[in-house]
């Protein structure tokens, strides 16, 4: 897992989306599953600040955990 500062080029691709469970009231973490490789994740309040990339095994853990 990795914590990156900056907008990589393939992030203009991202397909952002928010969990149905948000609310839409902007508290939430965005991910961006159609990129190849890496699943991205950022704070939806800061759609320009820090991006975590997981692999998608590890991503695929994480959500089955929180099932």
Known sequence: MSNETDISPDL????????SYSGGQGNCVEVAENLPHLVHVRDSKRPAGPVIRVSRAAWSAFITHLR
């Open 12 to 19: 203009m691709e991202a397909a952002w989306r928010t969990s």
